[in-house]
């Protein structure tokens, strides 16, 4: 007998804890396996010397699924000792916090060996399947549990003790994942109508941001404190959220941005990426670039501790680079791939913080290039993206360059004018050289010819191989040549060359009566551009953007206006600005990226306000269809103007006033003249004794505008104005007060004073005085600040809408949310009042009162093109006139259609162009239909600002059988009763007509009489029909009898 094995099991197992008595159980049980050889044969004795049963409580899910499942077949053993229940429950989690139990089956347990129980797994129908009208809808299940129990009775058999349970998790399905329930029974037609709800058949997962585009298109940065100010919101997954706020301590995210560095950083550091804080601190991630071209990355950590650390590689210039910050928890990768040509570079570095990185992404605000308290890079910023939880599957290797900067193709415009900058300095080398020398070539000989005559007496002179000049570049080299041998020996720039160019482009343009001499003058502005003259690289914008002459190329047209923005131009800045506000030419509407552009130049506004100079004018709004303001236009030899000098002269000190503002700002057609202005303010100040121009006379006397500066002075007449009563000069004494005396006491009780009579130079002062803590006695108050600057603007002031645009870009936490298009449309405000701007207004207006309608059109397209609504009209009703037949009748189609559009977009659009824009409507543009829906809305508009010609041709389309719609009807103050008779509704229209002006009286009265006649007709036709039929059967009757006296009288006579 060989014994192979013996085990003996040994099993002391004490009672779950929450029994009220400990019974135990012990189970001996000796195996012993005998296996015997036995002629080739194994018996097997199996021998039970003891078993000992007292019973156990257990229970277990043998088969739970990974899921909710329909129709499960769950196993469950259990066993008890004692009489008791066994329960199975479903536990869920859900994404607003609620956690539900949910009871699926339940069983008597009896004491004895173990069992087995097999029952199918009836979870509820909305857990399991898609929700489809009979199956209902329910929130985000985040986990979900089968929990099986035996329980025992409490001593009232109200309460049960828990004695064995065993818990299986469940992953509960996304909506969209789940099995569809086949239905076994007729659904009612009810239950049908909402299955073909979108609501049930076309559900969608909210929208979240996990992949980031926070800039999605190019922006040209100045290199100043002008950025992209972004934020995020929180996931409205509540799944989602949990999980970003889980990993603020750990992040794992990438941050991938495209530059074009100019210039490296003139500074220690420039602003390339970062993040502010709700307490304006630096926060994770923050990306600069150094003087060296080095990229700096900081970040922070819980206890506030920030580190940073250098990248080894260095930003290279004039090439597209795309840099990767990519954070694992302590672990940053800092990645760059730029590219030149084709050819591609790569560079790559990993580095460990010390402490723990921690990244809140909806805490305070992103910036792009500069902001508050850096200044940005010089050059461009192309697409930026954030993966927000995920790294992106591409690695750099297989970076694909955006569509957007390959359509651009910046790179290859600037290879052309460095090649164009060689040739051209190489050629006013040769010519200053040959000025320096005192001889001039007169006539160049190609290699061919020289090597013809090699042979002869050589020629006296004789041209240089760098005089050879590509046809298309002759009057680019000539220019050079003219300026070089003008300035002698001195230095010639590429910019005088440029400036050159631009002038000759404009004395071009302004002999042109036809839109066709503009494709050959175009490549002079290009060059012009390439040389650094702005105006040209915007002038050439406009005309690719417009289509004057040229073939329309929108991505030319931007490429030129970011070259002319990136170098400061405020008319490109404006230009760039309107595009992204409106979303146009392609481009995506990006309010912060308008924003971006929009506060560049309403800051350079408030600046050129302090500082006027001859090239700025005051921006006047002349619609050209208002032939009363056209013929208040004047100039210094205009009898109009000669009249207020004689005005003037006598005493009138209005007029002085008025002579003065006109000189000072350059306003209806007067060329700005300073000095002149000053004197008429002095005059009106000394002489007349007039507050307006002894404030006016204070002020220039402070600032030294055309006049040398004098305090004292200033201050007397100042005092003189405000004792009359003038507010304005309450505001300037203040000023004197805080930046000369330092009283802050004084300038403050008269900055109040002035705020309770409405000024707005006063409140934006003490939104200053707060917002910096200079009010005495008081800590500084952004919020106090806030409501002051609201309340400048909201008065007119410039400075007070950048103010305050500036808050709503940002927000105050806790007291301001963020309103960026609120903020844009603020700054867009005041860079409209910037006096380059009122330049290219004021040569437009001119051209047009001379006559010279295609300058006219070209200066009015140059500030229409920047979002003027003005300009914008003004374009369009030159098109529509189209005097003389110089523009092609295609263009002039667009052209109204473009412009009157944009014009109505604007917040108070003229009258006159809701008219034309209804009648283009109405008659169909083009590959358009009639749409007589759309020239009724426009009608409405019209007429809604009283403007008679809407309601005379909503009656027009009335009359002509169109039933006009419910909800115009509605804002027209008529209801639905008119709809039902079309006479009562053409007198109510035309009698509003009628009554609109005195101008519409006669017109409208005849549309209504009209309306009557066909009404009486209408109502009285069959008398009318009657009375006719009986006079002519009667009438002979009547004439015989009429006849027969005429007879008798005259017998009787005889």
Known sequence: MDFHTLRIHLCVLSQYAGRSRFPFMICVTVVVLLLTDVVSSYYMHVLCLTQIVWSLDQVTLLNPPDEPLPDHLLEIFYSCDEPATVQLDCVLSFDTGITSTLLLRQWSCIPGGPKKRTLELNLPDWLVYQADGIVPDSQWVLSCMLLASIKYSGFDDTERSVAAQDVATLQPKPFFNRPVKQHQLCMAWSTQILQLTQRISKKQCPLEQETVHLLSSLYASTGEIFGITKTLDPYSSKTLDYLRVKAISFPWCMFSIWIFVTRHCPRNMCGVFHHIDSHNNYVTPTLFLTNSGQLHIQMNGESEELSAFLSTFKVPLSEWCQISVMLHGRVVTLSMMCVDSEKRTFHSMEHMFRHTVVLDDTEGYFVIGGGKYITGVEGYYGPLVYYRNRISPHSMSEAVIPDVIRTVNLSRWLQTCQAFHLEMTVKISGYSLQAKQGTESDTCFDAFHEWMVKDRLPSESQCGLWEATDPHRRLAAKLAKIVALKHGDRRVSLAAVGRALYSLSLHKLGRASRTGVVSRILPLLLQAGCLADNRALHMASVLYSTGLGVKKQPSKAWLLALLAAQRDDRLALLHLGHLHH?????????????????????????????????????????????????????????????????????????????????????????????????????????????????????????????????????????????????????????????????????????????????????????????????????????????QYYLKSAERGHVRGAVFLADIWTTGIPGRVSRRPSDAVLWVKWAAEHNGYLGSILRKALDSYLKSDMFSSLLYYMMAAESGYAA?????????????????????????????????????????????????????????????????????????????????YNLGLLAEE??????????ELGHSELYLADNSLLLSALYKRCRDSNTDSYLPCSLALFNVYLQSFQKDYSAAIMFSTAAAVVAAPTIFLIILGVLRRSFQSLN
């Open 871 to 951: 300009a914008q009209f003004n374009v369009a009703y030159l098109c529509e006139q189209n005097t003389l037949g110089f523009l092609d009748p295609a263009f002039v189609s667009n052209c109204m259609w473009r412009y009157y559009n944009l014009t109505i977009q604007s917040q108070n659009p003229d009258t006159y162009a809701l008219i034309r824009m209804g009648d283009l409507f109405y008659e169909g543009h083009i590959d358009r239909q009639k749409d007589l829906f759309s020239a009724a809305e426009m009608y409405k508009q019209a007429a809604l600002r009283n403007e008679p010609q809407g309601w």
């Open 961 to 970: 059988g169109f039933r006009l719609p419910l909800s115009v009807l509605a």
């Open 582 to 786: 409106r979303g146009l030419h392609g481009l995506p509407a990006d309010p912060d990226l308008a924003y971006a552009y929009y506060s560049n130049i309403a800051k350079q506004t408030t600046l050129d306000h302090v500082n006027p100079t001859p090239q700025q004018t005051f921006v006047e709004a002349v619609y050209l269809n208002n032939d009363e303001v056209l013929n208040l236009q004047t100039n210094e030899d205009h009898h109009i103007f000669q009249w207020l000098k004689l005005q003037a002269r006598r005493g009138a000190a209005e007029a002085e006033q008025t002579i003065a503002r006109m000189l000072f700002w350059g306003q209806q057609g007067v060329s700005p003249n300073i000095q002149m202005a000053v004197r008429h303010y002095e005059r009106g100040a000394v002489q007349l004794g007039d507050p307006v121009s002894m404030y006016d006379y204070g002020i220039v006397l402070l600032q030294g505008h055309g006049v040398e500066k004098d305090i004292p002075k200033a201050v007397r007449f100042l005092k003189k104005a405000m004792d009359q009563g003038f507010v304005p000069a309450i505001t300037a004494l203040a000023w004197y007060y805080e930046q000369f005396e330092q009283d802050y006491n004084k300038a403050v009780q008269l900055w109040e004073q002035a705020d309770r009579l409405m000024c707005p130079e006063a409140a934006l002062n003490l939104g200053i005085v707060h917002s910096q803590g200079l009010y005495p006695g008081k800590a500084a108050d952004q919020f106090m600040a806030y």
